[in-house]
């Protein structure tokens, strides 16, 4: 079975996890080589083998499920990727709800398909189990001997999929742009720049500024901005500006952030070199409390009930990378693979964007508590928030034509939509993927920028 063969030094770049990463789709994607004769002095690297997958997360009842794969293997240097095929293989291992024996299936390769072309069918009577079913998958690559799991923890910690069960359906229809709100306050507004109140760097005329690649909100409404660019964080109040700048040993390149109740910082730094990224860990103070390589190419951090949690590609897990005060290395990351984020409280909130369709349910114990199920006319690029609040939703999805794009929040109760409205999508400068909107209570804070700097925007979603 022929899979995808590409050269792992041009297997570039991890930006396209932009679009898929919250919405579940994974993407295959490792670090750009150094120029020719960087390629000449280094050592071969070793075979490569890796699969992406969009997995089922959510089911609705009756219909068929198929776990399809993409394959993509590589040869360390371009002499070896002349001579190697990919020669890929895979077999999937399901079983209702978590417990028993996984009953395998022979991937087949789908040769019409443009992608997912490895696929396997789920039984009937394991896709259609009130308990939802757990999987994984295995691929070997004949040419080179290398064996790969798909999550990576395997059996161990497998895909876990759960029935829908009974939504709230919301269809949007056909998007209407242009018909902004406007923000309740605006509580950050900085200028590009060098000075201490400023953020980023003006690299030049008609050059677009870099910095502020992240944010986050605590509880009292205080906005914490992650300046890469000068290596500092920046605190504001609502009607005090700046009030603390602290320096921070990040590497300067665009970064995602959590901040922890107790002032503890995670910074998940894309710049490592290697393919996966670095998780740093940082006192409020700034002071370096150390540092961990994720499991995968991580997209993602936010907070656990035990710390940081990473999203992961292409498993597309959320995976715990902090424990009982201290950073996980990256085997015990993928032993606690899990498909849905955990929620500081308790529970997990699971996300699957498919096509122009997005299920979000929350989950306990291995059941749904609550389900939405939302379509729409107009296509939907990713999904950047979906955060429960008490028995309800606050989703947060951009939609987009060919020459516009705007952001569209819904505000979602147990039964129905209670209001929704639009968002200027305000990405002048770039962000980190996934990292544009924060909510805490009833506000929703949006990071956004235009030509002259970086703001951060309050809305309230109730009496509006």
Not at 79 to 104: K, L, W
Not at 159 to 182: A, T, W
Not at 266 to 291: C, E, H, M, N, T
Request: glycine share 12%; aromatic share 6%; net charge negative.
């Amino acid at each position: 079975m022929i899979g995808v063969h590409l050269n792992r030094r041009v297997f570039a770049g991890t930006t396209a996890l932009a679009l898929g990463a919250l919405a579940g789709v994974a993407v295959g994607l490792f670090g750009v080589g150094g120029a020719a004769a960087q390629r000449q002095a280094e050592p071969a690297l070793p075979p490569l083998l890796e699969a992406t997958h969009l997995p089922p997360l959510l089911t609705a009842r009756g219909e068929p499920v198929e776990l399809r794969y993409d394959v993509f293997c590589g040869a360390g240097d371009e002499e070896a990727a002349s001579r190697a095929e990919c020669d890929a293989s895979g077999t999937a291992f399901v079983r209702a709800g978590d417990a028993g024996r996984f009953e395998q299936i022979p991937l087949r390769v789908d040769a019409s398909a443009s992608e997912g072309r490895y696929v396997a069918a789920v039984p009937s009577a394991i896709a259609q189990s009130p308990d939802g079913f757990s999987y994984y998958a295995t691929f070997r690559d004949g040419s080179s001997g290398v064996e790969i799991s798909s999550p990576p923890g395997a059996g161990d910690a497998p895909e876990r999929s759960l029935p829908l069960g009974r939504s709230v359906d919301v269809h949007l229809g056909r998007h209407v742009f242009g018909r902004i709100r406007e923000p309740d306050a605006v509580v950050v507004r900085a200028a590009w720049g060098d000075g201490p109140d400023q953020v980023g760097l003006e690299q030049g005329r008609n050059l677009t500024p870099i910095g502020g690649s992240s944010f986050d909100v605590d509880r009292a409404g205080n906005v914490t901005v992650l300046d890469e660019t000068h290596k500092r964080l920046l605190r504001f109040a609502e009607r005090d500006g700046v009030t603390s700048r602290t320096p921070l040993a990040v590497d300067g390149t665009i970064a995602d952030m959590a901040v922890a109740d107790d002032g503890k910082i995670y910074v998940l730094d894309s710049s490592s070199p290697s393919p996966k990224p670095l998780l740093r860990a940082f006192a409020p103070d700034g002071s370096a409390l150390g540092s961990v390589e994720s499991a995968e190419r991580a997209a993602q951090v936010r907070l656990g009930p035990a710390g940081a949690v990473l999203l992961q590609e292409p498993s597309d897990q959320w995976m715990d990378a902090a424990a009982g005060g201290r950073l996980l290395a990256p085997d015990s990351q993928r032993k606690s693979g899990r498909s849905g984020r955990p929620l500081p409280g308790g529970g997990d909130v699971v996300v699957l964007r498919r096509g122009n369709e997005i299920r979000v349910a929350t989950v306990s114990g291995h059941r749904v508590v609550r389900s939405w199920r939302v379509t729409s006319e107009t296509p939907i690029a990713e999904v950047q928030l979906a955060e429960p609040r008490g028995a309800g939703l606050v989703l947060v999805a951009r939609v987009y034509t060919d020459d516009q794009d705007e952001f569209v929040v819904l505000v979602l109760d147990a039964k129905r939509l209670v209001r929704s409205f639009s968002l200027d999508s305000a990405d002048w400068a770039e962000t980190a993927p996934l990292s544009k909107f924060r909510l805490v209570g009833s506000s929703l804070y949006q990071l956004g920028s235009t030509a002259a700097g970086l703001f951060v925007d309050r809305f309230e979603l109730e009496g509006n």
